[in-house]
């Protein structure tokens, strides 16, 4: 059994359940998603499609891959779309099953939990906090190297062109495995266009949390090494609903850039504020979220009492390899929400 517990935010659903109240009194700044709901576009194609649930879906989303493809401009047979990035990572370990694998931590507590199910050697490098959680220089002898670019937890984000810097220092042999769930909201390119360049290069991408939709279960996996899994991928990952809002939510540009805007001005506004807090040390950040430090446990216990009275969530992630201290991570949501989780943390 691991000695790292995994949790994980996002359990409005439970709460609401468990204190009997209603779930859309719950705010959760637990979890990473785009504040403004799913694209209007994504809902209007899940009601025009609803009569599909009478059939079975694709065995393989053939109209999705090739939305994809169309929109990241890679061939169509370099992506398989799955079931939430989750589904994909644990389907990639335990296929390409690697005997000894590097995790930079802190890291989504998920990628080590995947790794012990098939016994592999785990090594971790931490990131260093007096250097912004940036990658190490050096490469990492082993079979696979798992990064998430912007960290998951941290924010902290490494742009293409030094990712590809960093990439290019590995052995062709090590499978670099590039988590990028966050990389929309830092309006950077998604490493995508350089999987040719490096066939041991595999990005993640999940499809929930930039448009809002982890009821539904969307992501992919970009790389060259695709073609040879896909044979080996259990059919009907993804079910029609999910696709249809998919591709719609993909066409969507307005949607885009509202959500762009507002993630650029909250970010900027909270951190400012977040400066204000003696009791708190927030980290800069490029995605959509906040961690951020309290002074003592204490502090992170009393801060979360009084969140939970009031049906507001958020991730301790005290229990997170490679963080050290009460740290606790938040979500940037809309102004109004945004004030009053500062009003909280101010009366700490």
Known sequence: MSSHPVTHGGKALMFARDQSVDYRAVLDFSANVNPLGPPLKAIEAIREEMDLIRFYPDEYPVRLTRALSERLRIPADAIMAGNGATDLLYFWIRTVRPRRATLVVPTFTEYRRALETIGCDIETVPLEENNGFRLPAHPIATDAVIVTNPNNPTGAYLPPEEMVEWIARFDPSTQIFIDEAFV????????????????????????????????????????????????????????????????????????????????????????????????????????????????SGETLDRLIEV??????????????????????????KTRRENELLIQHLRSL
Do not use: H
Request: overall charge positive.
């Open 184 to 295: 929309e909201f830092t309006v950077q390119p998604s490493l995508v266009q350089y999987i040719d360049r490096f066939p041991n290069l595999w990005i993640l991408r999940s499809m929930t949390k930039f448009y809002a939709l982890p009821g539904l279960r969307l992501g992919y996996l970009a790389g060259s090494g695709v073609r040879s899994l896909i044979k080996k991928r259990e059919p009907w990952q993804v079910n029609s609903l999910a696709e249809a809002a998919g591709i719609a939510a993909l066409v969507d540009r307005p949607y885009e850039e509202a959500t762009l805007q507002l993630a650029q001005r909250e970010r900027i506004w909270l951190w400012k504020k977040l400066q204000d807090l003696p009791s708190i040390r927030a980290f800069p950040t490029s995605a959509n979220f906040f961690l951020a430090r309290c002074d």
């Open 307 to 332: 969140l939970l009275k009031n049906n507001i969530l958020i991730r301790d992630c005290r229990e997170i390899e490679g963080l050290e201290g009460a740290c606790f991570r938040f979500a940037i």
